[in-house]
């Protein structure tokens, strides 16, 4: 037998509240019974009702104003509101507060029951809704993590086992695929989540200079060291240390990198004394690990230290069942609350192009459309004519490189017109511009001066064109 459905009635006459209850009850409903505003809130903190029935007019609070509160309070739980009082402004009222509907005294027995039986299919809906969100989520997200393939969802299940776990971690997969998400999300669903999670990129710093990041220095160690710092190792302590690019590592610092993984201790550069860390180590690379062993660029060694626990992430051409799913997430990221999309016909287009950049181009290509685009719903025809040309194998289609030759573009005017065009839609924002045309202001400056330059060849109307967009973008 189904569970019994858990109806309130809130009204200051008792007599109403006893017909209603007489008849719900005979309709297999549990009825409980309010005769104010106040009491019904405070029933409502105790039992998640299925569906409340309120008057208006009451003393005290009004129903209208008991919706507000029930929707902060129980915002699940649909509210009728009725009064002998009918009028647009009191409907317009209820339908603001957030009530499911309203109905209006005197009214036949089988109003009310219709209307709370449509409130209670409207709520089993929206709980049906969330379930099954709950369960596409589950399957195709884990933390900052997104993909419904099975080699993602492989890579989600290996990091449930090793998460709360102190085994190093070897992260390999192409630039742009993710490695550091995987990192975090290893960092942030294990044990050590309530500590720092310090990430570096070994490839960016001096092999000098990391050293002492990653060791910390003692006052007077070097020209410079004008005080002791402690070093990305203290700074991780009890948590997770990310060094990206292992694989750019210089050997001398492997082989102090190897020491530590050995010994679990660390010696600040120019110190006598080592002292004791607890840190994970967390390593990623792009780069073939095993061939720059061959090649003695890698020590053999370290290598069988880190990749005790081996995660490889493929490349998003491998895997392109993961794009719908990552053009949501994007959308959401970079559509400022609207509710954009993209089409199926669109996201069907996505999964043809071969993402040499990965998830990180394809970021690139969902922010800049949503930019240049004004279509809530975002279609072929509103993707990157460049990028949609490009075939199989990346290389532009013979029909885009015909139309272009057909009008005598060269690649430099393909650029200039898609600069300007990327201006006009961010109203000549420089900064937006830059970000979505991938390079910083200076150079988008610099593009705009060359343009003016060469104007002088080219006519007034140019020149006086280009002014005006370095003047727009000179905010």
Request: with cysteine.
């Amino acid at each position: 037998m189904s569970e019994r459905r858990q109806l309130l009635l809130v009204d200051d006459d008792s007599a109403m509240r006893q017909m209603l209850a007489a008849l719900f009850e005979e309709q297999g409903y549990t009825v409980h019974q309010a005769d104010s505003a106040r009491s019904a809130i405070a029933q409502a903190q105790e039992i998640d009702f299925d569906v409340v029935l309120s008057d208006i007019r009451m003393p005290g609070k009004t129903g209208i104003e008991m919706v507000g509160e029930m929707r902060s309070l129980r915002p699940r739980t649909p509210v009728i509101l009725m009064t002998a009082f009918g009028s647009i402004d009191s409907a317009i009222g209820a339908m603001r507060a957030g009530a499911f509907d309203y109905i209006t005294k005197p009214f036949e027995p089988d109003t009310a029951l219709i209307t709370v039986e449509r409130a209670l299919e409207q709520r089993a809906l929206e709980q049906e809704n969330q379930r099954l969100r709950r369960a596409v989520d589950q399957t195709t997200s884990f933390g900052d993590l997104i993909g419904a393939s099975p080699a993602m969802r492989d890579i989600f299940a290996l990091i449930r086992k090793v998460a709360h776990g102190r085994s190093t971690v070897l992260i390999t997969g192409d630039s742009g695929t993710g490695k550091e998400v995987v990192a975090r999300t290893l960092h942030y669903h294990g044990a050590r989540a309530d500590q720092p999670f310090i990430p570096v990129n070994c490839s960016a710093i001096p092999e000098g200079l990391l050293e002492s990041e990653l060791f910390g220095h003692v006052k007077g160690a070097f020209t410079g060291a004008i005080a002791s710092k402690r070093g990305l190792f203290e700074e991780a302590s009890g948590g997770t240390l990310f060094l990206d690019e292992i694989g750019d590592m210089g050997p001398g610092l492997q082989s102090k990198l190897l020491r530590v993984l050995q010994d679990g201790e660390i010696r600040p550069v120019g110190g006598n004394q080592s002292m004791a860390v607890d840190v994970r180590i967390v390593a990623a690379t792009h780069q073939d690990l095993m061939e720059r062993i061959e090649t003695g660029e890698f020590r053999e060694d370290l290598y069988y230290r880190l990749n005790v626990i081996p995660i490889h992430i493929p490349p998003l051409s491998e895997r392109p069942e993961d794009i719908p799913a990552l053009v949501d997430a994007f959308v959401k990221k970079h559509s400022d609350g609207s509710r954009r999309s993209f089409s199926t016909a669109a996201v069907r287009e996505l999964k043809s192009w071969n993402w040499k950049g990965n998830a990180r181009e394809l970021e690139n290509v969902v922010e800049r459309t949503l930019a240049l685009s004004d279509s809530i719903e975002i279609g072929i025809e509103d993707l990157p004519s460049v990028r949609a040309s490009e075939g199989e194998n990346g290389h532009a289609s013979d029909a885009f490189l015909g139309s272009a030759a057909e009008r005598q573009l060269k690649l430099r005017d393909v650029e200039e017109m898609y600069i300007e065009e990327v201006l006009r839609r961010t109203n000549g924002n420089k900064v937006q511009a830059s970000k979505i045309l991938g390079v910083d202001r200076k150079t988008l400056y610099r593009r705009i001066e060359r343009r003016a330059q060469a104007a002088g060849t080219n006519g007034e109307s140019i020149a006086k064109e280009s002014s005006e967009l370095a003047r727009a973008t000179a905010h």
